[in-house]
């Protein structure tokens, strides 16, 4: 079995041609993409439900969240996709050298976000809000509280982990970028790329408010 | 190298073997790290089988012990361990990858004339998701097992239950990836790869069911995936999200877990139903009696089966009202499927039928499913439901679709398809003997259990009163009949794969691109790309005055 894709052109052996590739490439990240939101809609699910049923105590709960960090964070993601979508348009240029910039800048981006994350896990975990059973929380005795912190800790942990994923992906990204892969007819990969990282800061866009801005009217 | 292969001729001789995708290559490697989906199938194939035998061995656990009332063979505990596994194994390591994985990863890009799936890949990294996934599964089975039967409801899988629950929870969730990738694999190929003139409505009816089929397992496995990483946070961290005592709620985990795992139903049966199709038409010799109303019922079941989970939950404390819209849309379900039996029974009608392998199976399948699926009517009433809740009768209506609908269909299409994969003919004699003798082994498995449900014997027992002993001895004498069954074409399908005869091009005279290919295929497929002129199935009656 001869391998017969031409690494010139990126075209693999089993299409016909690379805007058949793209195509395919591109439904395949939107079909993965809509499997994200099933995934992520089961932790939605749960949290729309269980904060019908509590919604005192998770708003309660939601003003342990630092919301400047948060809010920081949510700027740092909505730069990484601009710098995100600024690597696609190069690629689809064939600008390798400036794919490999803006693809080190939304990697460096989404590394700031985790470093803060981690900081606000620390702090829950000095506080004792991690769930289980060491958790302590002072005031409202409803059980529900400890609820919103383990959908806080899941939603935000999973999104955590799409970053990890993304940050890997991007690194191999810049080093095909170094190489000098993309041109004008082949850039389909970073734009895939581009996909998935707009749909992790996306899932965030929606983490935000549901988690840190709960009942600040009434505080 | 493509270039190079001659014609080949319709009959092989062995003095002149043409190079073909089973002898393109040798060695471990070649098999272990190809792109090749007709062999990936193969390797698929190979598993599952595996699987299918395990499942196997605790089933017959399970019907031993229910020869006598007394729980005298095996501790209740172990009796447990041995339904969870046999339905963990089952369900997840055979029948959702079983037609799709094997059947459908080799033959859809024949089918619409393509070289290969559109991520060959990706779909080799899928086979290895399953193959890890069986492991930890494996590892779960070896140092324990799990006894929460394969619903892992909540809260006895969070909370109570001292067997492997993180490991096989572990075990599904990994090998739910590799369906997910399989399904989005063959979207992508349906959309993107058909050769010219194969519009969408001439493709085969297989390829439709595996369309519905692949939406189901893109959009609904995710969500079991969820649902799984919730129960290992509460069972291993302390995560209360199905516990009371920390505000949670056990009947969320029952919402999520049959929002996958009813639609998964559907993964089994829709594949089958896409055979049964094939099988149908090709043995009736006779253009499939509406075409497009079997394609839109595999549509219309993919899209109904996402609103039916909460009848799995007419007992756990779901509102009345929304039994009640449950009730109506699993009802619903029921028009679609019949839509299918008709459709298949009319395109028999003065067809000129012969009785080969497949086409008993199809026969099989056609009654078993017909049995099944009406008595999935009878469990989604709302008030007769409450009697047959969690009693035999389930158990005997989802096997008639699983086993009888499911299982048959696979093995109609693993002998239909069979001189396509290995180039050689299976012995008919002993292939209708044994299905056959499956057709009476399943019956007299499974019927008694519809009587025994409806008299009151609940599911997950290791004991019973003695007024069912005569009732369950028979319905373990029919499961031994049942073994033989599987084991006969286990031993032919892989004797003939040595001494079988030689296969020729299209050994049944059927339509469709895949029989226009030698047998085996090459690795390619096709050497040039074909083009299709024609409607599917345009099989011309032969003329009997």
Known sequence: ?219 | MNAALAPPPSAPTPSETPTHYLNASYGFRSWLLTLDHKRIALLYLASITLFFFIGGFYAVLVRLELVTPAGDLMSAENYNTAFTLHGVVMIFFFLIPSIPAVLGNFLIPIMIGARDLAFPKLNLLSWYIYMVGGMVAAYALFTGGVDTGWTLYAPYSSTYSNSNVTATAIAAFITGFSSILTGLNFVVTIHKMRAPGLTWFRLPLFVWAHYATSVIQVLGTPVLAITLVLLILERSFGFGFFDPARGGDPVLFQHLFWFYSHPAVYIMILPSMGVISELVTCFSRKKVFGYGFIAMSSVAIAVLGFLVWGHHMFVSGQSVYAGMVFSILSFMVGIPSAIKVFNWTATMYKGSISYSTPMIYAFGFIGLFTIGGLTGLFLANLGLDIHLHDTYFVVAHFHYIMVGGAVMGYLGGIHYWWPKMTGRLYPEGWARFSALVLFVGFNLTFFPQFLLGYMGMPRRYHAYPEEFQVLNVMSSAGASILGVGYLIPMIYLFWSMRYGRLAPENPWGAKGLEWTTPSPPTTFNFDETPVVTEEAYEYVKEEKH
């Open chain 1, 1 to 219: 079995m001869s391998d017969h894709s031409s690494h010139g052109s990126g075209l693999a052996h089993q299409f016909d041609d690379l805007d058949q590739q793209l195509d395919a490439t591109t439904l395949g990240m939107w079909l993965f993409l809509a499997q994200e939101i099933m995934f992520f809609g089961g932790l939605f699910a749960a949290y729309t439900i269980y904060r019908n049923w509590h919604p005192e105590a998770f708003a309660e709960a939601s003003h342990h969240l630092d919301i400047k960090l948060g809010g920081f964070n949510t700027v740092v993601l909505i730069f990484s996709s601009l710098t995100m979508a600024l690597g696609v348009r190069a690629a689809q240029m064939g600008k390798n050298k400036a794919v490999f910039n803006y693809l080190f800048a939304t990697f460096m981006l989404g590394n700031v976000f985790l470093v803060v994350k981690a900081f606000e896990y620390h702090h829950k975990w000095v506080e004792g809000l991690i769930p289980g059973p060491w958790f302590r929380f002072e005031g409202s005795t409803d059980p529900a509280v400890q609820m919103f912190f383990n959908l806080y800790f899941a939603m935000t942990g999973m999104h955590a982990l799409h970053m990890i994923i993304g940050g890997g992906l991007l690194i191999y990204f810049m080093v095909q970028a170094r190489k000098n892969r993309y041109h004008e007819g082949y850039y389909g990969p970073v734009e895939i790329m581009g996909l998935y990282w707009h749909f992790v800061d996306i899932v965030w866009i929606f983490l935000f408010p549901l988690l840190y801005l709960l009942g600040l009217h009434n505080s």
